[in-house]
């Protein structure tokens, strides 16, 4: 290996973005609740997951927030090893994208199933979660 | 839309290049593209500059470059798709000649991904997908987007870690023999299926490298290909764009990229010609189950038998469809920006039949080439068909 070139090193900045949640607040306060809400269009009666306050196919703004089953079926899934900078400090992850009974997709950690043990087409459970770092979030568990 | 050929193409060494900064990268690659048209900046009144940008410490790329290469004053624009942002260049200058605003444009493409650590790029391309929704509580990484294609993949059509290992068998060879590419160095199916798991069922020899470079194209309307005495020029006979979902979860399935079967299908039709009477290509082979799922998307296959195509040889110089024979985004190196423009930098030196080795060169009778560079996770995709 050769050595190293010189380099300069930049000023180093910190970015955090204030991402705005007005129009999907009831998701979030949902899962405080234990519960898992979604939007329908009450015009073409489309379901969005994840949630949206805007209809992309009839462009209509007038929706209802329905609540969700838990059940799911797991179309596709992958086990991270090798993580990003701002998730170094967890565990090897399993991400999961599962099919709830609605037709709605989701992507979420797969947790409690090893990785040997996760199969295309096992039934799960969507369950809503405030992390221990108070973040809120869901996850799939298997039933 | 009038005719346009490509009159001048230049790539850098794809490679971890420390020794330059962004601005003196790209002109490793528009340099040479001037020298091989024949041309300099003064013919060029058009730039467009593909980069996805965010790990180097420039904001405003297009203007840099254009400055340090000597191209100030032309009209400029900053091309982001994403891994698919030199096509979007391309595509951007060849509209340009094609609808007959200038008659000269160039299109650069350039990245320099190696000024963060490796946890840092995971990172930033992890976010590019849809940020709020798949990585702020998931940590979703790249090849984990493409880990669960390949998972559904496999599910559904019996696709095998073997059979992605023989991608990056395949392309590593290549590679060897390709001047400009990153890994210099052959290996093995065991190699690839021993390696360490980066998010299964990929592991580090199913990913591309993180790589800095550069590649640069210049296209010209007819009347100045003879007006520069152009020998070769290579002709844009087709070329087709489409896009998906930002979210994974609202896409149909994961064995395939919708915008990838559409981008193919109008391009083929743009060109008049189909799957078949293509030659040589480049296909978007980020990770090995890309380049399976691209044989498919593209049609030189059916679905679901990416597997069976190179299991059997059929993408090798030889074989029916030759892909990736400058060593693919896999071995050759993906500098996001630069990799539309340097698949269109390899699909030129084949139909002029100016491959560096003669091993790598494939043999032509219809001179027809196409290029497929997916953006994301098939959120971007741009098709493009050349002849000679």
């Given at each position: 290996?050769?050595?190293?070139?010189?380099?300069?090193?930049s000023?180093?900045?910190?970015?955090t973005?204030?991402i705005?949640i007005?129009?999907t607040?009831?998701?979030?306060?949902?899962?405080?609740?234990?519960?898992?809400?979604?939007t329908?269009?009450?015009?073409?009666?489309?379901?969005?997951f994840?949630?949206?306050?805007?209809?992309?196919?009839?462009?209509?703004?007038?929706?209802?927030?329905?609540e969700?089953?838990n059940?799911?079926?797991?179309?596709?899934?992958?086990?991270?090893?090798?993580l990003?900078?701002?998730?170094?400090?967890?565990?090897?992850?399993t991400?999961?994208?599962?099919?709830?009974r609605?037709?709605?997709r989701?992507?979420?950690?797969?947790?409690?199933?090893k990785?040997?043990?996760?199969?295309v087409?096992?039934?799960?459970?969507?369950?809503?979660k405030?992390?221990s770092?108070?973040?809120?979030t869901?996850?799939?568990?298997?039933? | 839309?009038?005719?346009?050929?490509?009159i001048?193409?230049?790539?850098?060494?794809f490679?971890?290049?420390?020794?330059?900064?962004?601005?003196?990268?790209?002109?490793?690659?528009?340099?040479?593209?001037?020298?091989?048209?024949?041309?300099?900046?003064?013919?060029?009144?058009?730039?467009t500059l593909?980069s996805?940008?965010?790990?180097?410490?420039?904001?405003?790329?297009?203007?840099v470059?254009?400055?340090?290469c000597?191209l100030?004053?032309?009209g400029?624009?900053?091309?982001?798709a994403?891994?698919?942002?030199g096509s979007?260049a391309?595509?951007?200058?060849y509209?340009?000649?094609?609808?007959?605003?200038?008659?000269?444009?160039?299109?650069?493409?350039v990245e320099?991904m190696?000024?963060?650590?490796t946890?840092t790029i995971?990172?930033?391309i992890g976010?590019?997908?849809?940020?709020f929704?798949?990585?702020?509580n998931?940590?979703?990484?790249?090849?984990?987007y493409?880990?669960?294609?390949?998972?559904?993949?496999?599910?559904?059509y019996?696709?095998?870690e073997?059979d992605l290992?023989?991608?990056?068998?395949k392309?590593?060879?290549?590679?060897?023999?390709?001047?400009?590419a990153?890994?210099?160095?052959?290996?093995t199916?065991?190699?690839a299926?021993?390696?360490p798991?980066i998010?299964w069922?990929?592991?580090?020899?199913?990913?591309?490298?993180?790589?800095?470079?550069?590649?640069?194209i210049?296209l010209?309307?007819e009347?100045?290909?003879?007006?520069?005495?152009?020998?070769?020029?290579?002709?844009v006979?087709?070329?087709?764009?489409?896009?998906?979902?930002?979210?994974?979860t609202?896409?149909?399935?994961y064995?395939g990229?919708?915008?990838?079967?559409?981008a193919?299908?109008?391009?083929?039709?743009d060109?008049?010609?189909?799957p078949?009477?293509i030659?040589?290509?480049?296909?978007?082979?980020?990770?090995?189950?890309a380049?399976?799922?691209?044989?498919?998307?593209i049609?030189?296959?059916?679905?679901?038998?990416g597997?069976?195509?190179?299991?059997?040889?059929?993408?090798?110089?030889g074989g029916?469809?030759?892909?990736n024979?400058d060593?693919?985004?896999?071995?050759?190196?993906?500098p996001?920006?630069a990799?539309?423009?340097?698949m269109?930098?390899?699909l030129?030196?084949?139909?002029r039949?100016?491959?560096?080795?003669r091993?790598?060169?494939?043999?032509?009778?219809?001179?027809?080439?196409l290029?497929h560079?997916?953006?994301?996770?098939?959120?971007?995709?741009?098709?493009t068909?050349?002849?000679r």
């Open positions: 290996m050769a050595a190293a070139l010189p380099t300069l090193k000023r180093p900045l910190s970015l973005y204030e705005p007005s129009k607040k009831k998701f979030w306060n949902e899962i405080k609740e234990g519960k898992i809400y979604t329908k269009c009450k015009k073409c009666g489309r379901l969005f994840p949630p949206v306050a805007d209809c992309p196919t009839c462009l209509s703004s007038d929706i209802e927030w329905v969700l089953s059940e799911a079926e797991i179309e596709t899934f992958t086990h991270v090893s090798v990003p900078a701002t998730f170094q400090k967890y565990e090897p992850y991400i999961a994208i599962g099919r709830l609605e037709g709605v989701v992507l979420a950690w797969l947790k409690d199933v990785l040997e043990d996760t199969k087409g096992m039934k799960v459970k969507l369950v809503p405030v992390s770092e108070g973040m809120l869901y996850e799939f568990l298997p039933i | 839309m009038r005719k346009v050929a490509i001048g193409v230049g790539n850098s060494k490679g971890a290049r420390q020794d330059v900064n962004l601005a003196e990268l790209a002109f490793e690659a528009v340099k040479p593209a001037f020298e091989d048209a024949g041309v300099t900046g003064k013919d060029i009144p058009f730039v593909g996805a940008g965010g790990w180097y410490e420039e904001t405003l790329p297009a203007v470059t254009a400055e340090y000597g100030t004053g032309a400029l624009v900053h091309c982001e994403a891994c698919a942002s979007a391309f595509a951007t200058a509209l340009d000649v094609a609808s007959g605003h200038n008659d000269v444009a160039m299109a650069v493409g320099k190696r000024e963060v650590d946890p995971l990172e930033l976010r590019a997908g849809y940020y929704w798949e990585f702020h998931f940590g979703i990484t790249f090849p984990a493409y880990a669960l294609h390949a998972t559904a993949h496999m599910a559904k019996g696709t095998t073997e290992a023989l991608v990056s068998v392309n590593h060879k290549y590679a060897a023999m390709n001047p400009v990153h890994f210099q160095r052959v290996i199916v065991k190699d299926l021993e390696a798991a998010a069922p990929l592991k580090l020899y199913d990913c591309c490298p993180v790589t800095d470079g550069a590649s640069a210049i010209a309307s009347e100045k290909v003879k007006e520069f005495k152009i020998d070769t020029p290579v002709w006979a087709g070329i087709g764009y489409s896009s998906g979902t930002a979210n994974l609202n896409r149909e399935n064995v990229l919708t915008a990838a079967a559409h193919a299908q109008r391009a083929f039709k060109a008049g010609v189909g078949d009477d030659e040589v290509a480049t296909a978007h082979d980020c990770f090995t189950i380049e399976i799922m691209a044989y498919e998307d049609g030189f296959c059916k679905k679901g038998e597997a069976k195509l190179i299991r059997e040889g059929q993408t090798e110089v029916k469809i030759p892909v024979v060593g693919g985004l896999k071995a050759k190196g993906h996001i920006g990799t539309g423009c340097s269109i930098y390899e030129t030196k084949q139909l039949g100016e491959a560096e080795k091993q790598r060169q494939v043999p032509l009778k219809k001179y027809l080439a290029a560079n997916v953006g994301g996770t098939g959120h971007y995709c741009y098709v068909i050349l002849r």
